[in-house]
């Protein structure tokens, strides 16, 4: 989920979980806010941008809504898998911190002053991060102990969404412009160490599996709430077997995987309501989130909007204050109001028309070259004996 999504309606925010006991101050108003992350035990964190390139990071409690002011000028956080840090972005420098607020590290990224870190991604085990750098324009991988990190995408542009592999040696991002559709943004994949960088898709918002090498992502849908999608889809790391699994209702927002890879959970909007479904990773179809199905699904990774128990999909509401909005369930109308079970995805045809070149060379250049062999072959013929 990209930080800085809210900034097309005024405000870019990040959010996070992990209010220490007795830390918050009661009846803090909450600054707007957008796009909460779970901590590892259920707790809460998030980072404002309120005007300019000033940011603070906030804890919340989600149950009593009461925060507080965590660090100052600071960008997207995300939680170390076992929570006991926190990497946050922001403008020109990558901050490590304590969930009590303290400050463990604050340095740039291989000169990235004056310019936008990313939201950080950490690696499975908790010992390397992966973060975009708009100095670099490209996506970065280090530990935090080494002074300068690999870079591991070669072309300049604007990543985001960094997933990582389950076992640690891929990483699978966005590349493009957001703007007002997905369909300019591509979805590449890279090893670790930074060799066989490849674009695979187009789309956004990729998860990768926790048991296979299969990745989800939303395709192709207009960021306008009134306007439908393209659907969530599934796609290997090499490009192939792209499958559309259901095309819910709304703009995705989010998405998740089950604990045995066998099911996505993706997160909608749709006029101002968010709801949740759940769709099978072997099939088309898809239905409403059922009570404490999320729990049952859980672990749950992916995006960190979502809680890894399965508590529910956190997100930030401005109905007069800001406040946490938790939902562990889909929408309370019946299915015929949103033509449940059909999956809504688009023929195969089109599938395929949508596919981008994942060749070495242009797509242009490849059909050049099959003309002049066609070329060849008929002058061959038309040639007298």
């Avoid at 990235?112 to 939201?119: E, F, N």
């Avoid at 926790?210 to 395709?219: G, N």
């Avoid at 930030?316 to 929408?331: F, N, Q, S």
Wanted: hydrophobic share 40%; aromatic share 8%; with cysteine.
């Amino acid at each position: 989920m990209r930080w800085y999504r809210g900034a097309r309606m005024g405000v870019a925010v990040i959010a996070g979980l992990a209010a220490t006991a007795g830390s918050c101050v009661a009846g803090t108003k909450l600054p707007p806010g957008d796009y909460p992350s779970w901590s590892p035990d259920g707790r809460v964190l998030f980072v404002s941008i309120a005007a300019g390139d000033l940011a603070d990071a906030w804890l919340v409690d989600p149950k009593t809504q009461i925060g507080r002011k965590l660090i100052a000028d600071a960008g997207p956080g995300r939680f170390s898998p076992n929570g006991d840090r926190i990497a946050l972005g922001g403008y020109d420098r990558l901050t490590i911190a304590k969930p009590d607020g303290e400050i463990v590290l604050r340095r740039q990224v291989n000169g990235s002053a004056q310019a936008r870190v990313g939201t950080p991604a950490w690696s499975p085990d908790g010992r390397r991060l992966a973060v975009y750098t708009g100095a670099s324009g490209a996506i970065l991988v280090g530990r935090l102990d080494e002074r300068r990190w690999r870079r591991v995408t070669r072309k300049i542009g604007e990543y985001d969404n960094v997933s990582w592999s389950s076992d640690g040696r891929q990483l699978v991002y966005t590349r493009g412009i957001y703007q007002f559709t997905r369909d300019s943004l591509n979805l590449g994949v890279v090893n670790a160490d930074g060799s066989a960088d490849r674009i695979i898709a187009k789309g956004d918002l990729p998860v990768w599996s926790p048991k296979e090498d299969l990745i989800a992502y939303a395709a192709l849908v207009s960021y306008s709430a009134d306007v439908g999608g393209r659907g969530v889809y599934v796609v290997r790391s090499n490009g192939r077997g792209r499958r559309c699994l259901a095309n819910p209702p709304g703009v995705e927002l989010a998405l998740a995987w089950s604990g045995d890879g066998q099911r996505v959970v993706i997160a909608t909007e749709r006029r101002g309501a968010v709801a949740l479904y759940v769709a099978n990773a072997e099939r088309q179809g898809f239905r409403p989130v059922r009570k404490g199905e999320l729990a049952r699904l859980a672990p749950l990774t992916g995006d960190a909007a979502f809680a890894r128990d399965g508590s529910g999909f956190a997100h930030l509401r401005g109905d007069g204050k800001t406040h946490v909005e938790v939902i562990a369930d889909g929408p309370p109308l019946p299915s015929t109001a949103y033509g449940i079970p059909r999956a809504g995805c688009p023929s195969a045809s089109a599938v395929a028309a949508e596919l981008p070149n994942t060749g070495s060379e242009p797509g242009w250049a490849a059909a050049a070259g099959a003309l002049v062999l066609l070329s060849g072959i008929a002058l061959r013929l038309l040639a007298p004996n």
